[in-house]
Structures are given as C-alpha cells and as structure tokens.
C-alpha cells in the first residue's frame, strides 16, 4: 500500500468524521437526545427511519461476513447472511403488536409488566453485551484497510474513527444518529453500484454465473442458510439498536419502515455479495472485500474504504445512543434522566469497547453464536400474550444461554450433530435448543394458566 493511498484514506476518514460533526445537531433535551425528536417535537419521518435501520444494520463486519460467505460458497453463502434480515419484518410486527395492543413503550417496559425487574436486568446483560461487541467487532474492520493487526496504523485508525465517531455522537445522541444514518444511507446506496459497476464489467463471468455460483446443500452453506431462518426470530430482540428504533415514531409509520428496511436490506447484502463471489473468480485467498478491492487498484480501494467507514459509523453512534439510552433510561440506574449522564455513559462506552481490539479477537462468530445465546428470547415474544411467569422467561432464557456456551467452547455433543460441513454444529444447535426453550416456556407456563 503507497503512502499516496494511505494519505487519501486519512483524509476520507477525517473528513468523514468532521463533516457529520458539524452537520449533527445540537441536543439540548432528553426527548432529542434519547428518541430524536426535534426541538418542535417531530418525530422521525418513514423515510429517515427506514434509511436509519438499514443502515444501522448494514455493518462493516457484516458487510465482511457477507463478502466473505459468498466468496466460501458463491450465491448462496451470500442469500444466507442475507436471510438475517428478516428480523425486521419478525421484530416490526411484534413491535407493532406490542405498542398497540398491549400500550408498552418499550421491550424493558414489557418484560418489567410480565415478567419483573430480574427479567429485566438479565435481559439488558443480553443486550448491553451485545452492543459492547458492536464497538470493537466494527472497529476492527476500520483498522484492517490502514494497516495490518497489530501495527501502529491500524490501531491509529481505530482510536480516531472511534473518537470522531464518539464526537458527533456525543453532541446530538439518537438525533445525530437518526440524521447520519439517512446521509450514510444515500451514500453507501451510491457507492454500491459504484463498486458493481466497475467490478462486473471487467469479470469474465456473465452475471447470471454469478447467481449460479456455488451449491444449494447443506454442505456448501445451506447450513447456515437454515441457522438464519432460525434465528430471526429471537435474534432482533436482543439488538437494542433495532429495537430503540422500533420506539421512535408512531406505530403505523414503525411498522412500514421495518417491513421496507428489511426487503431493501436484504437486497443491499444479496449485492453485496456479489463482491466476494468476484473473489471466488479471482481465487483470493484473503479477506474477500480487502482482496478484491487491492486487485482492482487505488480507487476502489478508496470507495472500498469509504464504504466500511460509513457503515461501521452507522453501527458505532447507534451503538453508543442505544447503550446510553439502556443504562440511564431503560435500567433508570440515575433517578433523574439528563442529557448529560447520557454523555458520560456514551464515553464509559467507546473507553471499554475499544479495549478488547487489543486483545485481537476475531469477528466472525459475532452474529451466530451470539444469535444462539438468544434463542430463549423467541417464545418471550412471540407468545407474549401467553400468561407466563417469571420461571417461563428464564428457563427459556437459560437455554439458549447454555447451548450457546456449548458451541463457543466447542463442547457440543457429536451425537447430537445432524448434519455435515460447516455450520453443521451450529445448526443442530439451533434446532435443539429452540426445541427446549419453546418446550420450557410452555411447561412454565401452563402452570401459570392453571393457577389462573
């Protein structure tokens, strides 16, 4: 890489960072800061909020996954990723459901109602550790297109993306992130078709190979394709940056814009994809999106550069306002809510979420394992007008926390693996342990009704 080059990302990573700053606007209230309402009272439009949850989930390790997937497995590792996206429509609908129907204004305020405030506090543990990996998982990604694991660049990158990230975020909370969100949407949406656009006319390989590309078994990624149908429906309520948003705006307009974001999200990664297909082609053996980006020359790793730093920028602020947002006003740890304690915890934050990049973790099992420690949260929710007590929530819960340690540690029983290739663990521990969480929420339950 020439010092040319490295300059040219610096710049774009600088001026990223200053430009949402100065654009980013002011919070001066508790409702701007934590629901991003404007100082008149208005709430964030279909357009501005479905722009916000896509972006906000387009992140930059799951731009990586996706490249990366499809580059192991063609079209179909790409769809599969892609699949998560349905958590959306699953978390927009329950979402919808819960605010009419039952009159909660947020999951916390549901699981308080239902279940009381341990269900609370191990829930927010769930949550408030995801959003802790949120912040050095996307990081990292930064950190990679400036130098290598490790050397002075690449933490350099990190420590002042995070920072100017922080800065803006700091200074207008959920309103900054909202109004960004919308920016870096019209931006990714751009250089997208920018990248295809230079990457498939110079492929040897028509564009229908491209969507031949790879087999439909389970062997060859249909593993993790039937992991994704699985979880969506219990990975989004653990993702306090989906759901925050599910919040913001009246239901009506909350419902169109989850069921949009996750069709046009899901088309988002499906081309995407296409990029670590290209890899294939190319036979790069490294990281797909890096890979590809180098072999084409300086300008695309330009546009490749920007496009990570605005989607790790999306992920990061609604990072920080969701962990603000969970430890002052969900959690209510301070009696009296204010914009500033918001700030101090967004700092906590970005401090002790940059620590572990030292500790060279690795970003891959972020979503599946995480999404398996979770399962438990499906019968919470989608059976959330089944009278249940606080023994339902959390022998569901304890299930999947448990068979999700199983598979990080490796300890899952091959007896009990159904399949093969990989993933072939994970799915078999998908299925088991949303099996016994449903089978426990229910035992738990019926004898809540019988007492009933």
Not at 164 to 187: E, N, P, R, V, W
Not at 356 to 370: G, H, M, W
Request: net charge positive; charged share 10%; proline share 2%.
């Amino acid at each position: 890489m020439n010092f040319a080059l490295i300059s040219y990302q610096w710049f774009l990573l600088l001026g990223f960072g200053l430009l949402f700053l100065a654009m980013g606007p002011y919070a001066k209230t508790v409702k701007t800061f934590f629901e991003a309402q404007t100082d008149t009272g208005k709430k964030p439009s279909l357009i501005v909020l479905t722009s916000s949850l896509v972006i906000s989930w387009i992140f930059a390790k799951s731009i990586t996954n996706a490249a990366d997937l499809s580059m192991a497995f063609g079209f179909v590792g790409g769809v599969a990723y892609a699949l998560y996206y349905g958590s959306f429509i699953v978390a927009g609908i329950v979402i919808y459901q819960l605010r009419t129907q039952g009159g909660f204004q947020s999951l916390h305020h549901f699981l308080n109602h239902k279940y009381g405030k341990a269900a609370v506090y191990l829930f927010s543990a769930l949550i408030g550790f995801r959003l802790f990996n949120e912040v050095w998982s996307n990081t990292m990604v930064i950190g990679n297109y400036f130098g290598e694991p490790g050397s002075s660049s690449y933490y350099s990158a990190i420590i002042v993306f995070t920072g100017l990230t922080l800065l803006y975020t700091l200074k207008g909370g959920m309103g900054s992130s909202i109004l960004t969100d919308a920016i870096q949407m019209i931006f990714f949406g751009i250089l997208i078709f920018i990248i295809l656009g230079i990457i498939l006319p110079q492929s040897e390989h028509s564009l229908s190979e491209y969507f031949k590309s790879g087999e439909w078994t389970m062997v060859t990624g249909m593993n993790l394709f039937f992991v994704a149908l699985i979880q969506i429906f219990s990975y989004p309520f653990h993702d306090a940056v989906l759901t925050d948003r599910g919040f913001l705006s009246d239901p009506q307009t909350t419902l169109k814009s989850f069921l949009w974001a996750g069709l046009i999200g899901f088309i988002c990664i499906v081309l995407f994809s296409f990029v670590g297909i290209h890899a294939q082609f190319l036979g790069i053996a490294k990281d797909a999106a890096i890979g590809v980006s180098e072999a084409l020359g300086a300008g695309l790793m330009l546009l490749m550069n920007f496009i990570m730093i605005t989607s790790a920028a999306s992920t990061l602020d609604s990072a920080f306002t969701s962990g603000s947002k969970l430890f002052v006003k969900d959690l209510i740890f301070f009696k009296n809510i204010t914009v500033r304690k918001g700030r101090l915890v967004m700092i906590a934050f970005a401090i002790l979420g940059t620590i572990p990049i030292f500790l060279n973790p690795t970003i891959l099992s972020a979503t599946t394992i995480s999404g398996t420690m979770v399962l438990g949260l499906a019968p919470v929710f989608l059976l959330w007008k089944r009278k249940a007590g606080p023994w339902a929530f959390h022998l569901a819960i304890a299930t999947g926390i448990f068979v999700g340690i199983l598979l990080a540690s490796k300890a899952w029983p091959a007896s009990l693996t159904f399949f093969e290739g990989k993933y072939a663990d994970l799915l078999s521990g998908n299925i088991v342990g949303t099996i016994l969480a449903f089978l426990f929420f229910f035992l738990a339950s019926i004898k809540k009704n019988e007492k009933a």
